[in-house]
């Protein structure tokens, strides 16, 4: 069956996730090249590109990491490609050395950034809100609220870029790459082969004396941006009133249903603003023209809130402007309806609605058991961290990363210490050693270490720092979805012809001390442990095993052995007896039955670590998980 | 105002929580109506908590506290932790089968046994229904199709704005021939259960 995201006939309406409505809009927009680093919650747009690519008309890559990916694009939209890149926010970060310098060098065959920002932190370590950015780099912000949002600005920011040789931001939330809704379909547009780079460095080569001029082209540009988002049909003023309200991304999501809910629809001035950077300034003049007060409601940081107050300040304007400096809404997190809802109240100066009532009334809810994700049944990674926690215990800073692996941070495994970003395990890891002459050890996974784990080993080489570097390498990027990176040669597509080796990278960065071991073989990972320890400098184990859900996929991996509790385990969970497997790995097969320990066979993967610590732990035959 | 529905479902990662979610907005289209749902996952694959939405009439992907109309539970400590999204007077379908977190699996805490969180629950909500999810999934065939067995159930308490044909349509339109039979099949053994 043909895909709709593919080959969906124009005018039909299809369910679409917000991810796969950009892929759409791209499609439809005539994408030729895109490139990406993975990362939740952007994730589902790459990997839906790279299952199409073998029947779409575009050049995909997973590339090493965001900064690569948008240099891959710069240089694509330069030979004339339309092109589009994606990532999570704090990507961006990583890649805000090539944007800053795209937007002067700009965009022929057109360029769209998707970052996808995660208010509330549902999967990342930040909150940062990369609108920021677009003020930053000085290039355009489209802000989608809903699927059908999702393709059309994707679609228009793509045609935009390409029209005015201008970078674009296209800014999601988590809520809006993972809603779904409908979405109808449009005639996809059939763009010219690219035309290939054309010289001219005056335009192309910021060295000093063409980057100033090139600065002044970008804000001339801008101004014509200006001019669009004045008349964008992304930007619609409806309702009327003394009191307004200007509201842009799933915030209007919020602001559409709390009117409707409260019966307020009537009473206030409603503007929508999707085309978000640059502000349209003579708009909002408009819009704010015998307002006595203005709320605007955003997500995160204050940024429109800020750019409306200067405008209202230029043109003399009274009027009170509500937001979030001070208040009544929050500068962190998400918001909903009912939050919305009362900042509603407080602008129309209504009294505060009722808390909500919920079913559960006023009783105290009794704190419930949490349930933390944590590593699977069978994860390599518990079988390392236990080795090497074995080892060196609380006697070492645990440096970690940023994947599953970042998990060890849960007891028993305690794993983690501490964390920065990506790639930050072995210079971070360096840097405290170096200070303080404490033991170290850094966990990084291959993919991370090929996202940006390379240059600080290259460092650590370089400035005779002190580390052990545990390289988890899953042959895959587990936690985003079992995305390809270099070191995999397996993908979800077939065979990967060009694996790029871990062992003979970093021997070739002139590391020495080097130990491979398979983490399920316990012995050997401890003895090569103990004997990277007793030495000192730099020092990489490589501790090599697919990650199990994707060796069952990929490579069709089956074990036919479970782990059973043979002997009287009856003294489950007393420390130091048989038993203390229960408290030392923290398998999600392991359970507690009448006081006796137990292995659920439904969970149990076969990987056999456990046989390895108790001997009262057998095999027997099973189909494992 | 009347038009609007929120569900809310809970779940454990890998329990399928978002197929059944998935599959309940394409009938809810399908129906014609102007339906959004919304999911919450990243690092819940790792057998942490899975949480979605479906609403219809509404533009929001999300329930706030005290919003959902009807909360399906496809773990029963879940559905407890998410009661505070049911409104008053709300409907609660639940798995009746529990899949404890690792600490209560392991000793180390504890959590209310099923019979304790279907007295909590039915004390605070208009109308509860708690099944054997797991079971009427193998019964059917497979064990994540569990999950359709809750959804039928769903319709037989005749509170969606469409019919369990819906859902079968759109089973038998979105699925390879033999997952959908065992779907099918999963969606009549649920429907059968609140009578």
Do not use: W
């Not at chain 1, 029947?55 to 965001?66: A, P, R």
């Not at chain 1, 978000?276 to 940024?303: C, D, N, R, S």
């Not at chain 1, 398998?587 to 046989?611: H, N, Q, R, T, W």
């Not at chain 2, 909590?120 to 059917?140: D, E, H, M, N």
């Amino acid at each position: 069956m043909a895909n709709p995201l593919l080959a969906g006939t124009p005018g039909e309406t299809h369910l679409l996730l917000g991810n796969e409505a950009i892929v759409r809009g791209a499609i439809e927009a005539g994408i030729q090249f895109v490139t990406c680093y993975p990362g939740t919650p952007s994730s589902e747009v790459p990997d839906t590109f790279f299952r199409l690519s073998p029947e779409g008309s575009y050049t995909f890559e997973y590339s090493v990491n965001e900064k690569v990916a948008l240099e891959v694009a710069g240089g694509a939209t330069l030979a004339g490609a339309l092109c589009l890149t994606t990532m999570k926010h704090v990507g961006v970060n990583v890649a805000a050395d090539p944007l800053l310098t795209l937007t002067y060098v700009g965009s022929p065959g057109g360029l769209v950034l998707l970052s996808a920002d995660d208010p509330g932190c549902h999967s990342s370590q930040n909150e940062q809100d990369n609108r920021i950015y677009a003020r930053l780099a000085g290039m355009p912000c489209f802000e989608p609220s809903c699927a059908q949002e999702a393709k059309d600005m994707t679609r228009a920011a793509l045609t935009l870029s390409r029209e005015l040789g201008a970078p674009t931001l296209l800014r999601t939330t988590t809520r809006v790459n993972h809603l779904r809704g409908p979405v109808t379909l449009a005639e996809p547009t059939v763009l010219p082969k690219p035309a290939g780079f054309q010289k001219n460095p005056s335009r192309f080569v910021p060295i000093p004396a063409f980057a100033r001029p090139m600065h002044l082209r970008q804000l001339e540009r801008l101004e014509t941006l200006r001019e669009r988002a004045e008349t964008s049909p992304f930007n619609v003023v409806s309702g009327a009133g003394k009191v307004g309200v200007i509201a842009s991304g799933i915030s209007r999501a919020y602001l559409a249903d709390a009117l409707d809910e409260s019966g307020l629809g009537g009473a206030v001035k409603v503007l929508d603003l999707g085309f978000t950077y640059p502000l349209p300034e003579k708009l909002i003049a408009g819009f704010m023209q015998g307002l006595e007060t203005l709320l605007v409601i955003e997500e995160l940081e204050p940024v429109l809130e800020t750019e409306i107050r200067a405008l209202a300040q230029r043109l003399g304007l009274s009027l009170a402007i509500l937001g979030k400096t001070p208040g009544p809404l929050p500068r962190f997190g998400e918001f909903d309806t009912a939050l919305v809802q009362k900042a509603l109240r407080t602008a129309l100066g209504l009294p505060e609605p009722e808390a909500p009532a919920c079913a559960c009334g006023t009783d105290p809810q009794v704190p419930l058991a949490n349930r933390p994700p944590n590593l699977c049944a069978g994860c390599p990674h518990r079988a390392t961290y236990l080795a090497v926690r074995t080892i060196y215990g609380d006697n070492a800073v645990y440096s970690s990363d940023i994947g599953c692996y970042t998990l060890g941070i849960l007891p028993p495994l305690k794993a983690a210490d501490f964390l920065v970003c990506m790639g930050s395990s072995i210079s971070a890891g360096s840097g405290v050693s170096k200070a303080s002459g404490q033991q170290v050890v850094g966990f990084i996974g291959d993919s991370t270490f090929f996202h940006s784990g390379i240059t600080g080993l290259v460092n650590a080489v370089f400035n005779r720092h002190d580390i052990l570097l545990v390289i988890l390498d899953n042959r895959t990027t587990a936690m985003t979805g079992h995305q390809p990176n270099p070191g995999v040669d397996k993908t979800n597509l077939g065979n990967n012809p060009v694996r790029v080796d871990i062992e003979p990278l970093v021997r070739g960065i002139g590391i020495t001390q080097i130990r491979k071991v398979n983490p399920l073989n316990q012995k050997a990972t401890l003895a090569a442990i103990e004997e990277l320890k007793a030495m000192s400098g730099v020092r990489v184990l490589i501790a090599e095993e697919p990650c199990p859900l994707f060796a069952r996929r990929a490579y069709g991996q089956k074990r036919n052995q479970v782990a059973y509790v043979a002997g009287d385990c009856a003294q489950a969970g007393a420390e130091g007896t048989c038993g203390d497997c229960l408290n030392t790995l923290a398998c999600p097969a392991f359970y507690v039955e009448d006081g006796k320990m137990a292995i659920d066979p439904l969970l149990c993967s076969g990987c056999m670590l456990c046989l390895q610590v108790c001997k009262n732990i057998k095999a027997r035959k099973g189909d494992a998980k | 105002m009347s038009t609007k529905l929120r569900i809310f479902m809970t779940g454990v990662g890998g329990q399928g929580t978002l197929t059944a979610t998935t599959l309940l907005a394409r009938a809810a289209l399908s129906a014609g109506l102007p339906v959004t749902s919304g999911e919450i996952h990243g690092m819940a694959q790792r057998g942490g908590v899975v949480e979605s939405t479906l609403l219809i009439g509404c533009k929001s992907p999300k329930i706030g506290l005290g919003e959902a109309d009807i909360l399906l539970g496809f773990e029963p400590l879940e559905t407890l932790r998410a009661l505070p999204y049911l409104k008053p007077g709300g409907l609660v379908l639940s798995s009746s089968e529990t899949l404890p977190p690792l600490s209560v699996a392991t000793g180390k805490e504890s959590a209310p046994s099923v019979d304790e969180i279907r007295a909590k629950v039915t004390a605070r909500c208009a109308s509860a229904c708690f099944l054997p999810v797991r079971s009427l999934g193998v019964q059917a065939g497979a064990v994540q199709s569990g999950n359709i067995a809750l959804l039928g159930a769903l319709c037989a308490l005749n509170v969606l704005p469409f019919g369990k044909e819906v859902i079968a349509a759109t089973i038998r339109a979105t699925m390879k021939p033999k997952v959908a039979e065992i779907n099918l099949k999963a969606l009549d053994l649920g429907a059968a259960c609140p009578a």
